[in-house]
DNA sequence: CACACAATGCTCATTGCGAGCATATTGAGG
DNA sequence: CCTCAATATGCTCGCAATGAGCATTGTGTG
């Protein structure tokens, strides 16, 4: 535990900065920690990856790098990230971008808790996988291993229909735990929407939405973990993806959803290859993240067409048939139409 | 001044949290304080405006409402933002989004500063102007106010020409500060692709860019006021655009840009409408929203088609014209389309 | 030297969307 | 009542983007 004089209480005059005209709020503020955490991700042998801490002293949870936020260090947020990361893990970051902040960390603090109240800013970073060193692959997992659900390069997971929707559909039907706040959509309704059933469309992008509808309904083990009421009434169930620490696997689940979403309008695609690469390569780095298979013809025609890459005029000759062109990205797209990205419409199936 | 006691010191258990493994780190984290912004946004009259707060005492700056976030009597932070937002203006959010967490707020704070730290989380709010009382209304300021460049319902602005596309020019041309981070893309082609010169389209979305370009240049009050070197090196600029307390310019910023990509594929769009409306009352609105004039007959084919919409059965007679049908939100589409909203083409002009 | 395997080139039908013409209904003014 | 201005609404045409598949070109291998 810690003590009470660990809850600062900010001066007046701090308040007064964000009430000046002197509103109705008289009550202090206690000051909170700020935890900078760090989804990095790869694609390697066309498997996306992400960077995780394995923890041994804590059961083998899987954890994201991490690290608070220093004021006082850290000009900015991004610069502590880096910092954090460059320490725990020898990375270097290139590709950045800041995701969501969490207030309600691990959802488990109570408000009456002592405990200093942490804040999660989750970020994306993007890595060449030509960046990991042999020794350094055994930090980096798979994302499927956290969200087996995700993966549908080969067709729709088996474990949707064996575990998840028989139970979200029990769950939807089951009376809502009063207090629990009324959702303008209906249980039932967002599990058709989140997980594709009757009819409705898989969208790769709703993987936040997917986990924690999953979450309220007490099946991944971070629910129980952290005392959930729906938790309790279940039976054993089995394990849904491999559970993280804290909440990193809600920031990890963003961290998929804004990668899958923005490769489609950024050409963020090109931080996860190599300088030089060839089409198919890409179009299998793409498919990695996104799920299943594209046309590979239109693939080429797309990114060609687009202005995305450029043939390096050289050459790769052990592809298994006839050599292909190596390609680079061509930066000059950034300042000629204003959302490049590789437009694969969301749907296939 | 604050005194010293003010810094919150992080105990080691706290840090250990973070870096059970003990890593290299071993300083100790100051605590701060988490203000919560809300850009509440309406549309008046097919004007979008934005709710401030007149601050009278500080030269008539506005300001967003705001307060600082409580984990004690907060449970997240959109709770926290709402009881804040309701105690200072009386409204009740309906529609909320979290925009973004700036952690080096005002860019005015050194990393020697003695003062608590603000972290400023962004978040947007969507209302239907009917919500608005006439005694609030000198409240709300279009938001074209802050950021004339960005009213293209007339046309390019004549501010961009006569104002800024010059300054920004001779900016660009001059060599960068030492110590300035590299960027990788150069001055010149930023203020290109921003502001739409030398051929480049217009990209509404650019809000923050945008911004951030002219507050990098010097060119808005805030920059002054922060002291920007760059800044110094100016004469007297008009004034572009009303300035904002505080980094609210830059979060209300976001919350336009995140607005207009935002109902191009979530029906929020109708956030800012009556239960019931015309077709060309809805367009009209996404033209406040977005800009420039869309094409009536597509637009309602494409609203209709989308299925976003449904007639209610009613007319509306005093239009000007023959009588134009009453439609309503068809919320079905949520549970029909992964994506659906007003998929209006961008780069129009 | 034929074959398997990829890379690459091209066609064709469908759809989506920008643009504009045409018609239907109002209210206002003579 | 009649005409006109203004808006609502319906429909067509043509181009561009896209999904799907066939055909051809090069390498490495047995």
Known sequence: MVSDANVR????ESLERHHPKGTAMRQEAPAVEIGLNAAIVAVLDNEPVVHVVREDDTGGQDALPSGPFSPLKHRTFEGGLRTWVSD?????????????????????????????????????????????EESQRGSWRSWYHYFPWEDWRKGRPAILEAEIVP???????????????????????????????????WDEEKVLERYELLYEAGLVEEARRDGREAALAWAPTPRLGAMMRFDHRR????????????????????????PEFTLFELQRTVEAILGPHL?????????????????????????????????RFRKEVLLERPAPGVRVKPGRV
């Not at 209480?9 to 007046?12: A, E, Q, Y």
């Not at 590709?95 to 200093?116: H, I, W």
């Not at 920031?251 to 190599?274: C, D, Q, S």
Request: glycine share 10%; proline share 7%; net charge positive.
């Open 295 to 327: 046309h590979k013809q239109n693939f080429r025609r797309l990114v060609e067409g687009a202005g995305l890459v450029e043939p390096t005029g050289h050459m790769k000759t052990r592809t298994g048939g006839r050599p292909a062109k190596l390609y």
């Open 9 to 12: 209480r900010i001066p007046r």
């Open 251 to 274: 920031i990890l689940a963003t961290a998929i959803g804004r990668t899958r979403a923005k490769i489609k309008y950024r050409p963020v695609i090109f931080e996860l290859m190599p």
């Open 88 to 132: 725990q893990t020898g990375l270097e970051l290139g590709y950045v971008e800041q995701l969501y902040s969490f207030g309600d960390r691990g959802r488990s603090a109570q408000p009456d808790d002592e405990m200093p109240h942490v804040v999660s800013v989750g970020y994306l970073a993007l890595t060449d996988a030509g960046q990991i």
């Open 167 to 201: 139970r979200l559909r029990e769950w939807a039907e089951r009376p809502q735990h009063v207090g629990e706040p009324a959702r303008p959509i209906a249980r039932q309704d967002r599990v058709r929407m989140c997980f594709a059933i009757d009819g409705a469309a």
